[in-house]
């Protein structure tokens, strides 16, 4: 439908609606100074009247103008015009001649049940590109979403409405209060939806469901409304696409769920960083990967692409933590055993987890006898025992023979005669002993005597010496 409305005091005739939200609308216009077809999106409601607003807005467009790249939808202009004594900023941008991302996706749902892996991971790699170039300008776009994302005729992608999300994001701070949030719940990034400061990581995140929605052909949370869907970003953790379309495979589980961690610093660090990961899971994805076969019920068409529409809701709470998922827990039957002493109407008792289970019992073993008087090793269980051989009886009627008397010799050999061998040895030794004493005593007496002239000990009796002779006196009688 065409109208004869314009914009920029009369230079963008406006013409078709291509799109509309709860805050924007989006029509085909004709620039009538170089006579082209371009797409003018013009802001509604009452953040119109906020100046703060429209100088938020007009600063964002100037920085998304200088932006040029393949992927971006370029932007040529922006103002402000009136209606009905309202000023309604504008804002002009390259007109893309193909649909959206969001009609693309509804196209393969209805022929395949979501869209090819390799086809999906492409586009993303294709959005990141974008990011890149917006982020080395410090520019980030907040709200990546199907509804933004334009494919050509030739299949190229283009991202549109780069910081508008932030401009917009001011404007409804300034006119309520502090603690609101502004974006599409549906993608909106953990940080975001506390509140808190956002960087380029952010998009990150809205790539990451992006990614999930193409891939299995529904959201990675669903609630019944937008503050519920901010708790679910900040609280739980997305199943894996695999478990809703069985040919993905898992690398690509692994990439999109380290781009939906909570914790930035737990994503991909750069937009090139998870493009390049991208390429190279799409480069690996087989043939069988091209076909989706979706499961556990298949799309939800509803909400298929997104709303393209912003919401406002209050900041939500939580710590920005990403809880791993765990296993629903099967209960193990344990094998049940019966009492040592069944009886009637006595139930079995069930034998605890493994990690309670009581010591067994010791069997009592046979203590071994001790020698001289040692047994045999005990039989084993069951074996018959052999009988004990039994001595041969005596012939009848022989006579016994008396044992022999042990006469003296005997005895002495016996033990009585090795008690006397032994006190005649010891009495020989002591007699020894004695006879070396007295030797070695008379020894030392004689050295004595013989060094010392006056010793009167046991010395031997010298002759004494002769008489003189007394003259005339004979010597014979």
Known sequence: MSESRTVGHGRYVLRDLLGQGGMATVHLAEDTVL????????????????????ERFRREAQAVARLNHTNIVAVYDSGEDDTDGVPVPFIVMEYVEGDSLSNVLRKDIAEQGAMPTAKALNIAADVLAALSASHEQGLVHRDI???NV?????????????????????GVTSMTQTGMVVGTPQYLSPEQALGKSVDARADLYSVGCLLFELL??????????????????????PPAPSSLNTAVP????????RSLRKDPAHRFQSADEMRAECLRVASGAGSAANTPQVVGGGPRFGNVGGSGQNAVFPHA???????????????????QTPPPYPQQGMTPRQTPPPYAQPRPTPVPQPRPTPPPYATSAPR????????????????????????????????????????????????????AVLVLGALLIAWLVQKKANTDPSYNGLAPVRPAAAAPAVPGESTGR
Request: aromatic letters at 4%; one cysteine or more; charged letters at 20%.
């Open 145 to 147: 979403k199907p509804a």
């Open 380 to 431: 084993p269980t069951g074996a018959p025992m052999a009988p004990r051989p039994v001595a041969a009886p005596r012939p009848t009627g022989a006579p016994m023979a008396p044992r022999p008397v042990a006469g003296p010799d005997a005895l002495g050999k016996g033990h009585a005669g090795r008690g006397c061998g032994a006190a005649a040895l010891a009495v020989g030794i002591v007699i």
């Open 216 to 237: 299995t052909g529904r959201l990675p949370f669903e609630s019944d409304t937008p503050l519920g869907m901010a708790y679910m970003h900040v609280q739980e953790t």
């Open 317 to 335: 709470q939580g710590p920005l933590n990403t809880p791993y998922p765990q296993a629903p827990r099967t209960p193990t039957p344990y094998p």
């Open 250 to 257: 898992p690398e690509v589980d692994a990439l999109v769920a």
């Open 35 to 54: 006579e082209r077809p371009v797409a003018v999106k013009t802001m509604l409601g009452e953040m119109s009247r906020e100046a703060s607003f429209r």
């Open 150 to 170: 334009m494919m050509t005729k030739r299949g190229v992608v283009k991202v549109m409405d780069f910081g508008i999300a932030r401009a917009m994001q001011s």
